[in-house]
């Protein structure tokens, strides 16, 4: 049988399992249709840069017991999947093979999930578009003739056109959360720990780097971090272990949070975007919460992230930096130029800091804000000086990085729809290792305002 009209490439992951395991729908089938459209779509969208369908033979036991067992994933190409290309989106990595799978590539595999190839990336999820590196533009599916986001750009692309159920995806500084904005998806960051960046990676940006997970509902959302979550001996982070899984965090309701709200930043907000973010904030007040339009002061981390990026590009093994985009070739050699000094004081001016951030949320437990101050750009617009590339990238970032430096949760939901037709993120920014409070409000959120009824038109 092939997939049925009511379980379908658009259906959320979890009930795709379910299907599955109703034996309505067999997990080759659904991963058959998934390559099919992939073949069909992707020389458009360019969302994958490898498709593995071997692996969708894998997986596939019937003893093999999980929420998303029998689905089927995609994997961003910035973490090692074994025997496979490890580009890193990058000419200089161009002919990388891994040789060990990644903790959350593992991790996923146990899950029961099928394979189905590696997504377009940034090189090296160095800028916050997926417009340049190895493997070109990854088109945005609302609009082709726009980007995505980066650095998770094919990841978010993937999902939002039906070319997969679930993504991996990776943030550094918005790289999960700005891509599921641009296209029409949510987009989870974990907490700082809550999965490991080994066997092959350490801390990841000094910390700043986790993995997390681009879906079509808040659930999958947390069924993709359930799956993923988890540590390896010798970790420099560890988050603490939940009390529960996620996904029963995510289908609980919230109670009476502490709510505010910020639209401010150093750089232009789009009118339509700050005026959405009110709307999600009167919302909430009118299910019950406490809301009050106030937010942390970030500015402060801006300069100690740029230290700590340059210095993790300087870090990157790359004989002939010619072959990088230019933007990262710049960056690097900023890096070089760091002395170890510098970089430790970066890293301790970093956690100060955020500890003066985090301390915002002694009084509020939430913290919605846009997450990009204006929709998707045409591909090739932002960042096309690689001179100024990098501060104008961190102007796109400036409510999500901070995220980042400190280490705690956050998500992007598909709330809005601009009235030039590209989709609009709202951001919820969670106490540390503070997932299930987000979850559960991103629930009740979907509940009220359902995206899935407005899905892009043309891939059908």
Known sequence: MSATPEVGPFTPALDQAAAIVRREVTPSELASEYLQRIDRFN???NSYCLTTPEL?????DETTIGPLAGVSVSIKDLVPMAGYPFTRGSRAFRDDVA????????RLKEAGCLILGKTTTAELGGRPVTDHGLHGAARNPWNIEHTTGGSS?????AVAAGLCALSHGSDGGGSVRIPAACCGVVGLKPSRGRISQGPTSGAGWGGL????VLARTVADAAAGLDAMSGHLAGDPYWAASAPQPFLEAARRAPGRLRIAF????EVAVDPEIASHVRDVAVLCEQMGHHVEERGPRTQA???LQIIV???AMAAQPVADRSLLDPANAIAAEFGDGLSASEYVRAMDGLHAESRKVIAFWDDYDVLITPTFPQTAPRIGDMGADPATAGREHLDWLSFTYPANSTGQPAISLPLAIHSNGLPIGIQLVGPPQGEAVILALSTQLESAQPWLLRPPKGWE
Do not use: C, I, N, Y
């Not at 969708?56 to 596939?60: D, V």
């Not at 750009?153 to 692309?157: C, D, E, L, S, T």
């Not at 780097?209 to 997390?212: I, N, P, Q, R």
């Not at 910020?262 to 930043?265: C, F, P, V």
């Open 43 to 45: 020389e458009v969208l």
């Open 56 to 60: 969708t033979k894998q997986g596939t």
């Open 99 to 106: 040789d060990t799978d990644a903790f959350a590539v593992a």
């Open 153 to 157: 750009g094919g990841a978010a692309g």
């Open 209 to 212: 780097l986790t993995d997390g």
């Open 262 to 265: 910020t639209s401010d930043a």
């Open 301 to 303: 981390l801006r300069e």
């Open 309 to 311: 990026f340059s210095a």
